[in-house]
C-alpha cells in the first residue's frame, strides 16, 4: 500500500465558526492505482490532493504514507518524503518564466542533491521521452498550453516519484492536448507510477482505475 | 472628482498605516536632516555680511616659503593701509585694528575683564556698514581717548544710563587709559569673525603708555595691525590684487601683501594670527554633500515603495481601468496620493528639526536659531524639496497607468526588465551613498581619535595657567616681586606641585607667541627668511611640562635671577640647516637688533599648536620676570577635593595678593583640545546623519525586498512545490541584494578614499585609511542589507505554497 487516509477532517474557523473543507476522508491507494477524483467545483478536490501531496496539513484522522504516519513526522522527514516520492501537475501549470524548458525541467533536482552531471543526463532522458528536445532552450511563453502542461508532467516526473499528483492538468487545454496528456498519464502508470488526478471531465475520468466523487468535502 | 480622489487618498493612506508610516518617516528623516545641515551651512556662509560688504577686503601678509608665496600672518603694518590706499586709487579706504583679546574695565569700584575690542581708525564706520546708535559715524573715533561701546557692553557698565560722554578706564598689562564714549553701536551679529565688543579710537596709541615708540611710529617692521580696505566697486579686483602683489613698498623679498574678500575669511582662512577660529569650507562642503545625499535617499526610497506598493495595487488598478478610467486619471490619483503623502511628510520634517533643533544644537555645539530671516532663507529649500518631491511621485504615478488591465486583474501584473533595473539602480545607489558615509565616518572618527591619543609632547594634564589684570601703581619690578610672592605662597598649597612662569604654552597656539624673521647664527650664516616663534619662560617650564631635552638643559639664571640663554627646539635646528643639535649648544644667536641669547638647550619638538598645524621652530627665552603662572597641581590631592575647591583656593591667594584685579584660568590639557573641537563636532554629525542614511536606506531596502517577495511569490511557490527548503528559498532571495551591495562597495570604496584622502589633507598629522575601515564599512552595510531582506525574505520562504500556486 502507498498510502492510505483515515477519518480525515480538516477545516477552517471563519466568524467563529467551524467551515469543513474536508469531512471523514477515508481512502487507500496501492502502488500502481490511477484515481481520478471528480466533483463541483469548491468539493474539496484540492484540498484533498493538496493534503495527501503533504503542502497541506490536516486537523483530524491519520495519514500513512508508505508506512510512515505523516501526521506524526517532523517537517524535516516529512519534506524529505517528499521530494523522494511526489511530484506535482498544476492546471496552469506554474512553469518558471525565467527558465528555459530545459532549465525547468532541472530545477526539481537542484533541490535534490543530484550531482551536475547527473542532472544533465536525467534532463536529456526526459526531454528525450517528452519529445521536446528541439524545445530545451525555449520559455514558457514560446510554447502552447500543451506542450507546457507536456513540460509540467515532464517536471513532475524527472526524479522518479512514485505518486503523481495531478489538479485539473488537462483544464487549460483543447481536448487533442487533453488526450495526448491522458495517454500519457496512463503510459506513466503501466509504467508503474501512481497517479491521482482531479478532473472535471467525464472523459478523462475513465483513464483511471478508480473515480471518487466528493460532494462538500464528503466521499460520496 | 480632485475631492474623490483627495478622500480615496487619505483613506488609502489610513488604511495602509504602516506603508504610510515608513514613508512618512523615511521622507521626514530626510527633510528634517537637510532642514538641520542647511540651517548650519547657510549660517556658516552667512559671515561678515553687511552694507557694502562685497567690496571690504581684508590685507594680510604672505611668505616666501621656498620658491613661492604661502599665507603667513593675517596681520600686517601700520603703514600697510595708508600706502595701499595712497598707491591705488581703486583703495577708497582703510581700517586698521589693533586686536586686545582681553582688557580691564575699572568703573568706580568695578573691575572687570572683558574680551575682544580693537584700537580702531575713525574710518571704521566708512569701510564697515554696522550702524552707529549713538554718536557721530564720522567723528566718534577721530580723537585720543574716545571709546564706542557696543549696547551689551554699555549697559553692563552703565546700566540703563545715557553711556555718550561718560568715562571709563581701560588698563592693558598695567596700563592704564582714560577714555570718553563718543558711541554706542549695535552689538555686532554672531556671524561675523571679527568681533568687537568696543573700538577704542587709532589716535589713543598716542596717549597710552601700553603703546611705545617703536609701535606707533608708522613702519613696516611690526605686524600687529589687522588691516580692511574698502575698494572702489568699479575696480577690477584681479588686476587690483596683482599689483598689491607685486609691489614691494616694505623692500622686503621674502613677504608680500596680499588681499581677501572680507566675506571669505570665515570660511575659507585659516592663517596664522587669525583674530579668531575660523570655520572650514571643506567641512561644509561635506555637510552640504551629505545633506544632499540624505535628501535624495529619502526620495529614492520613496520611490522605491510607492512602486512597490503599486504593484500591490495592480487588481485595483486593473479593476479601474476595466471600468473605464483614463490612463491620465490613474496617474492624477496616484499624484494625488504622493501630494497627500509628501505635504504630511514634509511637514512632520520641518516640525521635528524644530524640535530636534535644541538636541542637535547641543549635539554639535552649534547655536543654530530658526527665526523668522532664516526661515525665508530656507524658502528656497523647501521649494527644492517640493519639487523633489513631486518628480519622485511622477515615476511610480506612471507606473501605475502602465499596466495592462487584464494582466493587472489576473494578478499577473510585472514591471517590465528595465523597471527592475531602475530599482535596482535605485538601491544600489543608497547603498553606494551609505557605504561612503560609513567609511567617511570611520575615518573622521579614527582620524580625531588619532589627534587625541598623539603624543603631544608634553604632559598638560592637571597645569592651570593663571592669568589676571592687576590695577596697581606699582612699579613693573614690584609687581613681579609680588607674583614671586604669590607662587610661593601657592607651593604651600598641599595640592600644588610645582610652579612656573611662562608667556604662553603647548595648545596656546599663536596668542601670546611673538613671531619673528631675520636671525644670525652661531656659525655666522644670516638665515632672514625662516618664520621663527619666540617666548619668554622660566627655567622650571621645561621640568613642569616634561618637555624632554634632546641635548643641554635648561637656563642656569645668575645670582640675580637673570640670564641671556635660550632653548630651541629640534624643527628650529633643522630649518636652520644644522645636522646635529650639538652644534648650537653653548653657542650664540643673535636677533632682534644685537641683542644675543646663548643656546643651553635643544628640547624634543612639541606640538604648540594643536596637531592640525606641524611643528614650527621655536626659540623659548629666559626672562627673569614673566608674570603668566603655570600650577601644576597634584592629581591625589585634588581627586578627592575637586578641581573647584583647589581653584577657589587658588583664587584666594590671588586676592589677598592682588587686591584689585580680576582673574582668569585655563586648563591646558582642555585648551589643547579646543584645537579639534570643531572637528570633533563634525565628526559627531557625520556619525548621526550617517546613521539616519542607514536608516533611511535600509527603509529603502525593506520596500524592495517587499517587493521582490510579492513578485517572486509565484516562483517561490513552484520552486517549493518542487522541493526547495526555507534556506534555499532565502539565499535564492538574499543572493542579489547581496550582490547589489557587493557592487555598491566595489564602486564605493574608490570614491570614499579618494574624498577622504582630500578631507585628511587638513590635517598635517594624519591617521591611517586602514583597510579594515572598508571591510567593516562593507560588512556592516552587508548586514543591514540581509538584516532587512530577510525578514520579508523569512516570510515568503514560509508561506504555504498552496496559497500562492492556487488556480482561478
Ligand atoms: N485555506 C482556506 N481557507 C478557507 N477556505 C478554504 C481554504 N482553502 C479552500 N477553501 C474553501 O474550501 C472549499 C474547497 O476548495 P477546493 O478544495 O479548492 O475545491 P475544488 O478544488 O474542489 O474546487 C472552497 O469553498 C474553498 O473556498
Ligand atoms: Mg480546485
Redesign the interface.
Known amino acids: 500500500m502507498l498510502l492510505e487516509l483515515k477519518n480525515i477532517f480538516k477545516w477552517v474557523n471563519s466568524g467563529g465558526q467551524r467551515v469543513f473543507l474536508l469531512k471523514d476522508i477515508n481512502l487507500k491507494v496501492d502502488e500502481g492505482d490511477f484515481i481520478s477524483i471528480m466533483g463541483p467545483s469548491g468539493s474539496g478536490k ?1 484540498t484533498l490532493l ?1 493534503v495527501m501531496g503533504m ?2 496539513g490536516f486537523n483530524e484522522g491519520e495519514y500513512n504514507f508508505l508506512e510512515q504516519s505523516v501526521h506524526t513526522l517532523k517537517e524535516k522527514k516529512r ?1 524529505t518524503l ?2 523522494e516520492y511526489i511530484g ?1 501537475v ?3 501549470y ?3 518564466d ?1 527558465l528555459t524548458v530545459q532549465e525547468n525541467l532541472e ?2 533536482l ?3 542533491k543530484f550531482k551536475g552531471s547527473e542532472r544533465k543526463a536525467m534532463v536529456a532522458d526526459m526531454l528525450d521521452r517528452f519529445n521536446i528536445v528541439g524545445k530545451k532552450d525555449l520559455f514558457p511563453a514560446q510554447l502552447s498550453g500543451g506542450q507546457q502542461q507536456l513540460v509540467g508532467v515532464a ?1 513532475a516526473l524527472i ?1 522518479n516519484p512514485k505518486l503523481i499528483l495531478a ?2 492538468p488537462t ?1 487549460n487545454l483543447n481536448s487533442n492536448q487533453s488526450e495526448e496528456i491522458m495517454q500519457l498519464f496512463q503510459q506513466l502508470n503501466k509504467e508503474g507510477v501512481t497517479i491521482i488526478q482531479v478532473t472535471h471531465s467525464e472523459k478523462n475520468a475513465q483513464y483511471g482505475k478508480r473515480i471518487i466523487q466528493l460532494l462538500d468535502g464528503r466521499m460520496v | 472628482m480632485i475631492k474623490l480622489f483627495f478622500t480615496i487618498a487619505t483613506r488609502y493612506l489610513l488604511k495602509n498605516k504602516l506603508y504610510s508610516f515608513i514613508n512618512i518617516f523615511g521622507l521626514a528623516i530626510g527633510v528634517a536632516s537637510f532642514i538641520l545641515i542647511m540651517l548650519y551651512v547657510d549660517y556658516e556662509r552667512s559671515y561678515d555680511k553687511f552694507e557694502g560688504s562685497q567690496h571690504v577686503y581684508r590685507v594680510y601678509m604672505d611668505y616666501l616659503e621656498g620658491n613661492s608665496f604661502v599665507p603667513g600672518d593675517a596681520q600686517t603694518y601700520n603703514l600697510s593701509g595708508p600706502t595701499l590706499k595712497r598707491e591705488f586709487p581703486g583703495v577708497l579706504d582703510y581700517v586698521r585694528f589693533y586686536y586686545i583679546e582681553k582688557a580691564t574695565f575699572v568703573l568706580g569700584d568695578r573691575i572687570f575683564e572683558q574680551p575682544m575690542g580693537s584700537m580702531a581708525d575713525a574710518s571704521y564706520f566708512n569701510v564697515f556698514g554696522y550702524p552707529l546708535l549713538k554718536g557721530n559715524h564720522k567723528t566718534a573715533l577721530s580723537e585720543p581717548n574716545t571709546i564706542v561701546l557696543s549696547q551689551t557692553l554699555a549697559k553692563k557698565l552703565f546700566g540703563d544710563q545715557n553711556p555718550m560722554q561718560k568715562t571709563v578706564t581701560v588698563v592693558l598689562d598695567g596700563d592704564e587709559v582714560v577714555l570718553t564714549v563718543t558711541g554706542l553701536m549695535k552689538d555686532i551679529p554672531k556671524n561675523v569673525h571679527f568681533r568687537n565688543n568696543y573700538l577704542i579710537s587709532y589716535a589713543t596709541e598716542n596717549t597710552w603708555d601700553f603703546f611705545d615708540e617703536a609701535q606707533t611710529k608708522l613702519n613696516f617692521n611690526m605686524n600687529n595691525y589687522y588691516t580692511y580696505l574698502k575698494i572702489d566697486e568699479n575696480a577690477n579686483i584681479a588686476s587690483l590684487k596683482d599689483k598689491i602683489i607685486n609691489s614691494d613698498f616694505d623692500e622686503d623679498e621674502e613677504e608680500r601683501h596680499n588681499i581677501e574678500p572680507i566675506e571669505d575669511i570665515h570660511l575659507y582662512s585659516d592663517k596664522p594670527y587669525e583674530v579668531s577660529v575660523n570655520g572650514s569650507a571643506t567641512r561644509i562642503k561635506f555637510l552640504s554633500a551629505i545633506a544632499f545625499i540624505i535628501l535624495i535617499l529619502s526620495w529614492l526610497n520613496y520611490i522605491n515603495l510607492s512602486t512597490t506598493k503599486s504593484l500591490e495595487r495592480a487588481k485595483e488598478t486593473g479593476i479601474r481601468k476595466v471600468v473605464g478610467a483614463h490612463r491620465w486619471q490613474l496617474v492624477l490619483q496616484s499624484i494625488m496620493e504622493s501630494t497627500l503623502l509628501n505635504t504630511i511628510a514634509i511637514m512632520v520634517g520641518i516640525i521635528a528639526s524644530f524640535m530636534l533643533l535644541p538636541i542637535y544644537n547641543s549635539l554639535t555645539e552649534n547655536k543654530l536659531e530658526i527665526n523668522l530671516s532664516s526661515f525665508t532663507s530656507l524658502f528656497p529649500i523647501f521649494g527644492f524639496i517640493f519639487l523633489g518631491m513631486f518628480l519622485a511621485g511622477l515615476y511610480p504615478a506612471f507606473l501605475l497607468g502602465d499596466y495592462k488591465a487584464t494582466k493587472a486583474l489576473k494578478g499577473e501584473v510585472r514591471t517590465s526588465s528595465k523597471g527592475v533595473l531602475i530599482r535596482k539602480g535605485l538601491i544600489v545607489t543608497q547603498f553606494l551613498a551609505t557605504i561612503i558615509l560609513i567609511i567617511g565616518t570611520m575615518v573622521v572618527t579614527k582620524q580625531i581619535h588619532f589627534l587625541q591619543n598623539q603624543p603631544i609632547g608634553a604632559e598638560l594634564n592637571q597645569i592651570v595657567a593663571l592669568k589676571g589684570e592687576i590695577v596697581t601703581n606699582k612699579s613693573d619690578s614690584l609687581l613681579s616681586n609680588d607674583y614671586k610672592l604669590l607662587a610661593d605662597e601657592l607651593k604651600d598649597l598641599p595640592f600644588v606641585e610645582n610652579i612656573t612662569f611662562a608667556q604662553t604654552y603647548p595648545g596656546d597656539s599663536f596668542d601670546n607667541l611673538g613671531s619673528s624673521r631675520g636671525i644670525t647664527l652661531p656659525n655666522g650664516v644670516q638665515n632672514l627668511s625662516t618664520v621663527y616663534y619666540v617666548y619668554d619662560v622660566q627655567p622650571e617650564y621645561f621640568e613642569l611640562l616634561d618637555i624632554p631635552f634632546v641635548v643641554g638643559n635648561t637656563f642656569l639664571p645668575n645670582d640675580s635671577g637673570d640670564s641671556n640663554q635660550i632653548a630651541v627646539n629640534e624643527t628650529f635646528v633643522k630649518e636652520m640647516g644644522f645636522n646635529s643639535p650639538e652644534e648650537l649648544i653653548g653657542r650664540k644667536l643673535k636677533f632682534w637688533g644685537n641683542n644675543e641669547w646663548v643656546v643651553t638647550g635643544v628640547f624634543k619638538d612639541y606640538h604648540h599648536f594643536g596637531l592640525k598645524d606641524k611643528v614650527l621652530p621655536l626659540l623659548v627665552k629666559h626672562q627673569r620676570d614673566v608674570n603668566n603662572l603655570l600650577v601644576k597641581l597634584d592629581p591625589t590631592a585634588t581627586s578627592t577635593a575637586g578641581f573647584t575647591t583647589a581653584i577657589d583656593q587658588i583664587q584666594n591667594k590671588w586676592n589677598q595678593i592682588f587686591t584689585k584685579s580680576t582673574f582668569n584660568y585655563a586648563f591646558l590639557d582642555k585648551k589643547f583640545e579646543a584645537h579639534y573641537k570643531e572637528d570633533k563636532t563634525f565628526g559627531k554629525a557625520f556619525q548621526v546623519f550617517t546613521v539616519l542614511a542607514i536608516l533611511i536606506a535600509s527603509l529603502g531596502l525593506f520596500g524592495l525586498s517587499s517587493y521582490t517577495c510579492v513578485q517572486r511569490r509565484k516562483e517561490i511557490g513552484i520552486r517549493k512545490v518542487n522541493g526547495a527548503s526555507i534556506t534555499q528559498i532565502l539565499k535564492l532571495l538574499n543572493i542579489d541584494f547581496i550582490k547589489w551591495v557587493g557592487l555598491a562597495f566595489i564602486v564605493a570604496v574608490p570614491i570614499a578614499w579618494y574624498v577622504m584622502n582630500k578631507w585628511l589633507e587638513g590635517f598635517a598629522y594624519k591617521t591611517a585609511m586602514s583597510w579594515w575601515i572598508f571591510a567593516f564599512a562593507g560588512i556592516s552595510a552587508l548586514a543591514v542589507a540581509i538584516l532587512t531582506v530577510s525578514w520579508q525574505s523569512f516570510q515568503a520562504a514560509i508561506t504555504n505554497p498552496v496559497d500562492a500556486l492556487k488556480d482561478q
Open positions: 484540492s493538496n503542502l497541506d519534506a517528499y521530494k506535482f498544476f492546471q496552469s506554474h512553469l518558471l525565467e530545477m526539481p537542484l533541490y535534490k517536471r526524479a489538479d485539473e483544464g
